[in-house]
């Protein structure tokens, strides 16, 4: 039902959304989306994105391209992109170490390398 996420495993860069960068060997609740109405969670190599069933998107872990907030830095927690925001966001895909991909509401496709610069396809 998108209440309870749960996260294990190697948690290099703060992949889990825990907190930390610790690895888990058994489920932890990611408290910081719990209740967000999680619809889908798409996972990299060193990163993670979560996709609310309104249409918001949240990542953590590595930072190779500046997301969240535009500069290039490590998340431990689940923080919402901005270059998102006003943008009803449909699916998102990752690939291993690839940037996150979005379909959005119209069917465009908008990739994550191209979010600074908000080119939309």
């Not at 060997?25 to 109405?37: A, I, M, T």
């Not at 999680?38 to 994105?49: L, M, P, R």
């Not at 997301?67 to 449909?90: D, S």
């Not at 908008?110 to 610069?117: A, K, M, N, W």
């Amino acid at each position: 039902d998108g209440s309870t996420v749960w996260a294990f495993g190697d948690g290099d860069y703060g992949k889990l959304g825990l907190g930390n960068s610790t690895a888990k060997s058994s489920p932890q609740k990611v408290d910081v989306l719990c209740g967000l109405g999680i619809k889908k969670v798409a996972c990299g190599t060193q990163f993670s994105v979560a996709l609310t069933k309104d249409g918001n998107v949240y990542s953590f872990g590595q930072r190779l391209i500046g997301l969240p907030e535009g500069r290039a830095r490590n998340h431990n927690r689940p923080q919402q992109i901005p270059a998102f925001t006003g943008v009803f966001i449909l699916d998102v895909a990752v690939g291993g170490g690839a940037f996150p991909r979005s379909l959005v509401h119209g069917g465009r496709l908008r990739l994550g390398e191209q979010l600074r610069g908000t080119a939309v396809f």
